[in-house]
């Protein structure tokens, strides 16, 4: 007769279940207020990328959390540490970079196990990168195309008019005509530009930067001679990207430069290493400052609506590529009054 314990343990029910859901789902002990992991269940290891075992007894934040978001985390902590259940969409970084969740800290008050509370996390980042997108796409093109399509028809209509005499309106009709028209080719240049990054794999390789940033200013330079680009750049900066970033950058730095109506646009482009394997490439310039609106919608804070949706494609696309690589798009007034887009990059 077999002992007690020969006798296998049953397995708790509710441990079954949390090893079986698809959501991630991270036992924790609080220590000074820092969630300690105590175990994960096997979604996590897949979503993440982290084994268990490597991270059992570590800070979880260390981990998932980076280092601009650690306030968000420590107050999502503490309401867990009060015994307050809190839902909130995050960000958090996995083994090939930041994804997009929606996050649950429940609190477990145990007294056999060190257990304090349980974070669960649904990986939404493909389903509200698609949203946001189909939306974009949609009310963009469809508003932008109409309007410029109307700006081209009432225009030509009054140059065919003018044009017999020869008048300044005739001149002035046919150069809006063209500035509608070239408007509409860089829509369209843009919209399959972005067709392309949403159709790709999300394989990516480690490519260098800087050459990259250097072709593109040279091109710009000769383009725009009138205009001021500086560069600071590292002798190389590898970066987990493919060919898209070429379009991504160039964007941003012709946008700095047409969108200043100075005599002489000042743009500065940047590359550099950061900590904790990532990189910026920043362009900042002395243009008037993009709407905090527009930065809001492109942000993914405010929802894009018939009348507010932003004026054009180059920042969804450089935003597109760069969550395409793990990484994000980021506004701040630059150093010199106007505006400082960075693309934050995962590094190999």
Excluded: C
Aim: aromatic share 6%; glycine share 6%.
């Amino acid at each position: 007769m077999e002992s007690q314990a020969d006798e296998p343990v049953a397995e708790n029910p509710y441990d079954h279940l949390i090893q079986h859901v698809q959501d991630a789902v991270v036992e924790f002990e609080l220590v000074d207020s820092d969630p300690i992991v105590r175990g994960v269940n096997r979604a996590f290891v897949d979503i993440f990328g982290y084994d268990g075992a490597e991270i059992r007894d570590e800070s979880l934040n260390d981990w998932i959390v980076p280092e601009w978001l650690f306030a968000e985390a420590k107050q999502l902590d503490q309401q867990t540490g009060t015994g307050e259940i809190n839902y909130q969409r995050v960000k958090r970084e996995t083994s090939t970079g930041l994804r997009e969740f929606l996050y649950r800290g429940i609190p477990y008050d145990s007294r056999d196990r060190s257990i304090d509370g349980f974070a669960v996390y649904t990986d939404i980042t493909e389903l509200t990168r698609q949203q946001h997108r189909l939306q974009v796409l949609n009310r963009v093109l469809r508003h932008n195309l109409r309007n410029e399509a109307n700006v081209i028809i009432g225009h030509t209509s009054q140059l065919l008019e003018q044009l017999p005499d020869g008048s300044a309106a005739s001149v002035g009709a046919a150069a809006t005509v063209e500035r509608a028209a070239a408007k509409l080719e860089s829509l369209s240049h843009e919209a399959s530009e972005i067709h392309s990054v949403l159709s790709a794999t999300t394989d990516t390789s480690v490519i260098d930067s800087v050459p990259i940033v250097h072709g593109i200013l040279e091109e710009r330079r000769r383009q725009f001679p009138q205009a001021e680009i500086e560069a600071d750049l590292p002798a190389e900066l590898p970066v987990r990207a493919n060919g898209h970033l070429r379009s991504a950058v160039d964007g941003l730095v012709e946008n700095a430069i047409e969108h200043n109506p100075g005599e002489q646009a000042f743009v500065r482009v940047r590359a550099t290493a950061l900590d904790e394997g990532w990189a910026a490439i920043q362009i900042d310039d002395d243009a008037p400052p993009i709407p905090a609106s527009e930065q809001d919608i492109v942000t993914g804070d405010i929802e894009a609506t018939q009348t507010q949706h932003g004026s054009g494609l180059g920042l969804w696309l450089a935003k597109w590529t760069a969550e395409s690589y793990g990484g994000e798009l980021l506004f701040e007034e630059s150093e010199y009054g106007g505006n400082s887009v960075r693309l934050r990059l995962p590094r190999p």
